[in-house]
């Protein structure tokens, strides 16, 4: 079945530095993945949406200039999280649409960011 | 009001019983719901589709109710295994887009 994986797991970090998280689809192509943050207790709220080849969809209230996304080939997407403060701890989670017949949206395993 | 809203529980249940999840959801048009379930700090795992005449796997019956927007989820003869967090999603329209997930119902078997 389709898998999608991400990393790293952890990852601990200073203030004011950089992360970047991967995402890659394992054994089929994803022109959207689709990037949630849970914060403790909370719902996955969504992100943005990576599109392959163009510019990444955010919702509101995430800003788009903190959390660059890039989808440069069909089976990767970065997040970075730039300048990163203690609020942006929290677990980042990846997902994208299996192939066409399955109809499951599948998970990375997620990355666990803390911010010291 | 949230779009999807589930109990967070937690629900506490003994081996054995029967336990019953419900989650509302607000938009009128969504067109395709799902229970996920998720460990602790791990990624969420599809548990099953939630099927318009209503759908069963094994242990777990999940139902959908379009005229009070509402999905449920049985779980029959618990087992410890079971303990997780449940969460519904639903996808607001049609096609391959993003799920908005519900945060939640906590599910403790104990022995």
């Known amino acids: 079945g389709a898998v999608v994986s991400q990393h790293p797991s952890r990852v601990i970090c200073k203030s004011g530095t950089s992360v970047k998280i991967e995402c890659r689809s394992l054994?089929?192509?994803?022109?959207?993945m689709f990037w949630y943050r849970q914060f403790p207790k909370q719902s996955l709220m969504l992100m943005a949406t990576?599109?392959?080849?163009?510019?990444?969809?955010?919702e509101q209230g995430v800003e788009k200039d903190k959390f660059l996304i890039n989808h440069a080939s069909l089976t990767l997407s970065t997040l970075t999280v730039t300048s990163a403060h203690p609020e942006d701890s929290s677990f980042y989670i990846c997902s994208a649409w299996g192939l066409e017949n399955t109809g499951e949206l599948f998970f990375g395993e997620g990355s666990r960011l803390t911010v010291l | 009001r949230k779009e999807v809203e589930q109990d967070p529980g937690p629900f506490n249940v003994p081996e054995g019983a029967t336990v019953a999840f419900n989650c509302t959801y607000s938009?009128?048009?969504?067109?395709?719901f799902f229970w996920y379930r998720q460990d602790c700090r791990k990624e969420p795992k599809l548990l099953m589709s939630v099927y318009s005449s209503g759908n069963e796997d094994g242990r777990f019956t999940a139902q959908l109710n379009r005229a009070s927007q509402y999905i449920s989820l049985l779980i029959r003869d618990s087992k410890l295994s079971d303990s997780a967090t449940y969460l519904c999603?639903?996808?607001?329209?049609?096609?391959?887009?993003?799920?908005?997930f519900g945060s939640g119902t906590r599910l403790q078997v104990q022995p």
């Open positions: 990576s599109n392959e080849g163009s510019k990444a969809t955010y």
């Open positions: 054994d089929f192509q994803a022109t959207t």
């Open positions: 938009n009128s048009a969504s067109q395709s």
């Open positions: 999603a639903v996808n607001k329209g049609a096609g391959r887009r993003a799920l908005t």
